[in-house]
T-cell receptor, first 110, second 115 residues
Framework: KQEVTQIPAALSVPEGENLVLNCSFTDSAIYNLQWFRQDPGKGLTSLLLIQSSQREQTSGRLNASLDKSSGRSTLYIAASQPGDSATYLCAVDSWGKLQFGAGTQVVVTP | DAGVTQSPTHLIKTRGQQVTLRCSPKSGHDTVSWYQQALGQGPQFIFQYYEEEERQRGNFPDRFSGHQFPNYSSELNVNALLLGDSALYLC??????????????FGPGTRLTVL
């Protein structure tokens, strides 16, 4: 049974610092892995999607890596801003069924 | 291009009642998946519809049922509501490809409160 874990559960950093968010999963038989952002009470915004054959994806200040063999993914956010404050969720796609971690709540202080 | 839309935005029901939530997929998508997100947790997969049939189901009781219409829109029905059904219900749409679904795009969700 696939289990997805995100560490830490919460993180507070001063503006300008780089953010490192971790995601681990127990079953390496995945189709892809996605990182989402969720603002309080809102839906999910897709940030990056990494196909199972890829090692990393980049979009602006965001970079996500994937190591299937060790069951890990890391989301890096460079030069954090107060607008980056949100909950970040990772999800592994097991053939159309997304399984999510509980998320990392991030606060970036000015 | 309209994204995924859901209605209503918020809903308040009492225990034992029944509720119907609605979802319209992103233009060009043919698959709809439903997720339940309790406060402070990640979303949990309920089920997925393609070609008006339930293709996959998560670990949810039969009180949770769904339907997909010919225009690909979908409904989620929950019978005999329990307090524990209070959650944000998220709909995601995608394109069926080679036997499974591609990238899922999420709607804003429906907040259900059961009193």
């Amino acid at each position: 049974k696939q289990e997805v874990t995100q560490i830490p559960a919460a993180l507070s950093v001063p503006e300008g610092e780089n953010l490192v968010l971790n995601c681990s999963f127990t079953d390496s038989a995945i189709y892809n892995l996605q990182w989402f952002r969720q603002d309080p009470g809102k839906g999910l915004t897709s940030l990056l999607l990494i196909q199972s054959s890829q090692r990393e994806q980049t979009s602006g200040r965001l970079n996500a890596s994937l190591d299937k063999s060790s069951g890990r993914s890391t989301l890096y956010i460079a030069a954090s801003q107060p607008g980056d404050s949100a909950t970040y969720l990772c999800a592994v796609d097991s053939w159309g069924k997304l399984q999510f971690g509980a998320g990392t709540q991030v606060v970036v202080t000015p | 291009d309209a994204g995924v839309t859901q209605s209503p935005t918020h809903l308040i029901k009492t225990r034992g009642q029944q509720v119907t939530l609605r979802c319209s997929p992103k233009s060009g998508h043919d698959t709809v998946s439903w997720y339940q997100q309790a406060l402070g947790q990640g979303p949990q997969f309920i089920f997925q519809y393609y070609e008006e049939e339930e293709r996959q189901r998560g670990n949810f009781p039969d009180r949770f049922s769904g339907h997909q219409f010919p225009n690909y829109s979908s409904e989620l029905n929950v019978n005999a509501l329990l307090l524990g059904d209070s959650a944000l219900y998220l709909c995601a749409s995608s394109l069926w490809d080679r036997g499974y679904t591609d990238t899922q795009y999420f709607g804003p969700g429906t907040r259900l409160t059961v009193l």
